[in-house]
């Protein structure tokens, strides 16, 4: 059975960092791209950052481009989302994804939330 367990959220003031992390079981993990999305209250939800596990390629959303760091560590076949100088509107629950044989799988959430 496929499983994404992000954690990590909490409530963090305006300049201040979370490390949220994406624990995956069930599934090749070396073989397939890991995401990690928000949801802000009202708002659709947003793609923010996303790893390849086979070469490490990245992609951010220009909104977190120099701000947050995704890695991953295939020994545990998790990954990570280094959040630095958050801003208020980095307030959102975060889930991480991926898709594997055509079906997208989600985590369940964890919330972020900055304050000023």
């Known amino acids: 059975e496929v499983q994404l367990q992000a954690s990590g959220g909490g409530l963090v003031q305006a300049g201040g960092s979370l490390r949220l992390s994406c624990a995956a079981s069930?599934?090749?993990?070396?073989?397939?791209?890991i995401g990690w999305f928000r949801q802000a209250p009202g708002k659709a939800r947003e793609g923010v950052s996303c790893?390849?596990?086979?070469?490490?390629?990245?992609y951010y959303a220009d909104s977190v481009k120099g701000r947050f760091t995704i890695s991953s560590d295939n020994a545990k076949n998790t990954v990570f989302l280094q959040m630095n100088s958050l801003k208020t509107e980095d307030t959102a629950v975060y889930y991480c994804?991926?898709?594997?044989?055509?079906?997208?799988?989600w985590g369940q959430g964890t919330l972020v939330t900055v304050s000023s």
């Open positions: 790893i390849s596990s086979s070469d490490g390629s990245t």
């Open positions: 994804n991926a898709v594997i044989s055509g079906r997208e799988y």
């Open positions: 069930g599934f090749s993990f070396d073989d397939y791209d």
